[in-house]
C-alpha cells in the first residue's frame, strides 16, 4: 500500500502521480493530432494526383502520305515512320523529348528547349548542323559537318569550347564519340529564334542523337527540312 506523504496537510505523492498523468494525456493529445495532420496531408496530396492542371502543349500525330508528321503546340516535323513518341520526361512548353525505336531499341532522339539554353553538358556536342531560318519559322540547311574536334590545332588542350564550323558557332566536345548534331544558324549559334502562328517569337535549341552502331546524316536532315514552329 503506498502511503503519502502530507506537505502542509497536502499528500504529495498523489499530486505528483496526477501531474505525471496529466503530462501524458498531453503528450498522447499532440501525437494524436500530428498524426492526424499527416494523415490528411497525404490524402490531399493522394486525392489530387490525378487532377493536376493539364499540359499547356499536346502532342500532335498524324500522316500525309507516306508522311508521319509529329509536333506540339510549338513546333513539328515529318518522317517516314510511325515510331516516334514522346518521352516520358517532357517539360510542355519548356523541353520535348521525341524517341525512335527500333523495336525495344532507342536508335534516335531529338530534344526541343524552348526559350532556354541548355547547360553544357547538354549543349556539348560534337558536330552542327548549320542552317538558315526562312519565313521566320522554318529552315533552310546545309549538311552536318564533320567532327568538331578537326578545328582543334595540333597539340591544343581538347576541351569542351565554342569553335565556328559552317558558318555558324557551336559548343564543341571533341572528344566525344556519339553522333549528336546541334541545329546552329549560319551567322549566328545554336539559339534558333522563331517566328510562332500567333507573332509571338520563341527561342529553340535543338538536338538530335543517332543512337545506332552506323549512324548517318540521313534523319536529322530530314527532320530539319521539314520542322516547322507552330
Not at 62 to 67: N, P, V
Request: charged share 20%; glycine share 6%; net charge positive.
Amino acid at each position: 500500500m503506498t502511503k503519502n506523504f502530507y506537505i502542509h496537510g497536502r499528500p504529495f505523492y498523489a499530486n505528483r502521480q496526477k501531474k505525471v498523468r496529466w503530462r501524458r494525456r498531453l503528450v498522447g493529445m499532440v501525437a494524436f493530432l500530428a498524426l492526424a495532420v499527416i494523415g490528411l496531408i497525404i490524402y490531399d496530396i493522394l486525392k489530387n494526383r490525378n487532377f493536376a492542371t493539364p499540359p499547356v502543349s499536346r502532342e500532335v500525330h498524324k500522316q500525309i502520305g507516306s508522311e508521319q508528321t509529329y509536333g506540339t503546340d510549338y513546333f513539328q516535323f515529318t518522317d517516314n515512320t510511325d515510331v516516334w513518341k514522346l518521352g516520358k520526361n517532357t517539360k510542355p512548353g519548356s523541353i520535348y523529348y521525341f524517341l525512335r525505336y527500333h523495336q525495344d531499341t532507342l536508335e534516335h532522339s531529338l530534344t526541343v528547349y524552348i526559350n532556354q539554353t541548355p547547360i553544357p553538358l547538354y549543349l556539348a556536342v560534337p558536330r552542327v548542323l548549320p542552317l538558315t531560318i526562312v519565313s521566320g519559322n522554318e529552315f533552310n540547311i546545309s549538311h552536318v559537318s564533320d567532327p568538331c574536334g578537326t578545328t582543334y590545332k595540333q597539340g591544343k588542350l581538347h576541351r569542351v569550347q565554342e569553335v565556328s564550323l559552317g558558318g555558324t558557332s557551336m559548343l564543341c566536345d571533341p572528344d566525344a564519340s556519339q553522333y549528336d548534331v546541334v541545329f546552329g544558324q549560319i551567322g549566328g549559334n545554336y539559339n534558333l529564334d522563331l517566328t510562332r502562328k500567333d507573332g509571338s517569337k520563341n527561342r529553340y535549341v535543338i538536338i538530335y542523337k543517332n543512337l545506332k552502331a552506323d549512324p548517318n546524316s540521313n534523319v536529322v536532315e530530314h527532320i530539319a527540312k521539314t520542322f516547322k514552329a507552330l
